[in-house]
């Protein structure tokens, strides 16, 4: 059974700096393409940023400059820093991984899903 499960969470004041990781198991995805997707209340799930196997990333422009994602393969970790946070970003905070290898920026180009970590920016 895949499952990808996120941390480091929390609540933060504006101008701060939070790391998300996401751990999978289950499954290695080496190849795959993996990604961050956010959701506020009562809005549509959106891309955040998201990294092919070599490296090659892609953000929302909404969080370029701001937030940086990475991942390790051989731990079967993704992590996302978050700087200069703004209330803007508050919202739930999703793990994604797909079964193919291209950049996905839409939730149907995702297979696995965790659960969600809490982001709180308090301005």
């Known amino acids: 059974q895949v499952q990808l499960v996120e941390s480091g969470g929390g609540l933060v004041q504006a101008g701060g700096s939070l790391r998300l990781s996401c751990t999978t198991s289950?499954?290695?995805?080496?190849?795959?393409?993996m990604a961050w997707f956010r959701q506020a209340p009562d809005t549509e799930r959106e891309f955040v940023a998201g990294i092919l196997w070599n490296g090659i990333t892609n953000y929302a422009d909404s969080v370029k400059g701001r937030f940086t994602i990475s991942r390790e393969a051989v731990k079967n970790t993704l992590s996302l820093e978050m700087n200069s946070l703004k209330a803007e970003d508050t919202a739930v905070y999703y793990c994604?991984?797909?079964?193919?290898?291209?950049?996905?920026?839409?939730?149907?180009?995702?297979?696995?899903w965790g659960q969600g970590t809490q982001v709180t920016v308090s301005s």
């Open positions: 289950g499954r290695t995805f080496r190849t795959e393409a």
């Open positions: 994604a991984a797909r079964d193919t290898m291209g950049l996905a920026t839409t939730i149907y180009g995702y297979k696995y």
